[in-house]
């Protein structure tokens, strides 16, 4: 009885490995979704480029403070411009709130400045990556590495008031990765609307 029951624990041993959050310094895990167009996206299309994966719920607080003040959007264009990728993700399951049809997606993403809206209606990707929050944020290297997980900025309000002053955690990133130094705040608690998985 005693080899089934170590090969049982060493099996939960490698499975747990395998399921553990990604962590700073370590390669970012790789995943395809849907896009709002249909279109398969895989995060390994993008080696050799930085990638912000962002967490989307369009009914969310926090991230209606983001969007309707139009500072999301901002941040977004100026990172794309830039040559970032930036991949928004929904979670949301069917019939939760936050949930976008196709369709819906594909007119959601016309408002909005990522790269790509990406739909995870199982949460596979968002449990791969342990996300908890909307927003929740995730920057990448151009290695596959991540190198910042946590809140868009340090003003954890639904107010957009809140915004003036705010220290936006991954423009610092971004602008880190560009000088070409490591990230300075790699690592902050996500705030938000709980992912409706």
Not at 155 to 178: C, H, I, R, S
Request: charged share 20%; net charge neutral.
């Amino acid at each position: 009885m005693k080899i089934p029951i170590l090969a049982t624990v060493a099996l939960l041993a490698v499975t747990a490995a395998l399921r553990a959050a990604p962590e700073i310094g370590q390669p970012a895990p790789n995943f395809t979704l849907k896009d709002s167009d249909g279109k398969s996206v895989s995060l390994a299309d993008f080696k050799g480029k930085t990638v912000v994966l962002e967490w989307f719920n369009e009914g969310c607080p926090f991230v209606k403070k983001h969007y309707g003040s139009g500072s999301m959007q901002k941040t977004q264009k100026q990172a794309t411009d830039d040559g970032v990728v930036w991949l928004s993700i929904v979670s949301s399951a069917p019939g939760k709130q936050g949930y976008l049809t196709p369709e819906a997606a594909a007119a959601k993403k016309k408002e909005i400045n990522s790269t790509a809206l990406l739909l995870d209606p199982d949460g596979a990707v968002g449990h791969l990556y342990e996300a908890r929050t909307t927003p929740d944020m995730f920057v990448i290297n151009g290695e596959g590495t991540l190198v910042y997980k946590g809140a868009i900025d340090d003003q954890p309000n639904p107010d957009p008031a809140t915004l003036e002053g705010a220290k936006n955690y991954v423009v610092a990133a971004l602008a880190d990765l560009k000088a070409g130094k490591p990230v300075t705040t790699a690592e902050t608690k996500s705030y938000g609307c709980s992912v409706k998985y």
